[in-house]
């Protein structure tokens, strides 16, 4: 199946993945503003929460927002990467999940917004997805989300399943038929940054 998809240009795939960020966003905002529900004034800030993202494209379109920041900030983030992978890495040792914020938030502010990944999008509301073989897994959204919902008799729901599945091809649209041959990524985004883009 993957190695029928026809390889774009990166300039293509880039343009197609910003368009589909943004249908994420609208779906999210419409999710949320039936909730009323925003991130403004939460305790918490959900940028050290441990978790790994899974494409390539992603991968290179937020090294593309990486080369395109001045000098000294990109050597600050990679500095602060590299950090955090040696603190996951001990972690991790240790039998605990790493609890550290992301080397690209800079006094509560991802100073690489425009080029997040989609787990970084999608956190926050409840949400559903829908695998091929029909079942069906919730996400409830984040704490503050969760007390927002618990009395609700309908809770709304972004739909991730359209989402997964124009991200895949993306990905394969991006990678090329060489995708079949490859490893999956499993990768935090610090370990992304310190790696390089997925392709040099
Ligand atoms: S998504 Fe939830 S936990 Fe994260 S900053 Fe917003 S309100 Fe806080
Ligand atoms: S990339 Fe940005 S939004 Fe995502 S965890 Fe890092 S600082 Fe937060």
């Given at each position: 199946m993957a190695a029928k998809v026809k390889k774009l240009m990166p300039r293509v795939v880039f343009n197609k993945l910003e368009k589909l960020y943004q249908e994420m966003q609208e779906s999210y905002d419409q999710v949320a503003a039936e909730i009323d529900?925003?991130?403004?004034?939460?305790?918490?800030?959900?940028?050290n929460s441990f978790f790994r993202h899974h494409t390539r494209v992603e991968w290179a379109y937020f090294w593309k927002g990486l080369d395109e920041c001045r000098p000294e900030l990109r050597r600050e983030i990679v500095k602060r990467a590299g950090e955090y992978v040696e603190q996951m890495q001990r972690d991790l040792s240790l039998g605990r999940d790493p609890l550290i914020m992301c080397p690209v938030n800079f006094d509560g502010w991802c100073v690489l917004y425009r080029h997040r990944l989609m787990i970084c999008r999608l956190h926050g509301v409840p949400s559903t997805h829908t695998a091929p073989g029909g079942q069906s897994r919730d996400f409830p959204g984040c704490f503050r989300c969760r007390e927002k919902t618990e009395l609700l008799s309908h809770v709304p729901r972004v739909d991730r399943t359209r989402f997964y599945h124009q991200l895949a091809w993306l990905e394969q649209s991006y990678v090329g038929p060489r995708i079949v041959k490859m490893d999956k990524v499993n990768l935090t985004l610090a370990e992304m940054i310190v790696h390089g883009p997925p392709f040099k």
């Open positions: 529900f925003t991130c403004h004034g939460c305790p918490d800030n959900c940028c």
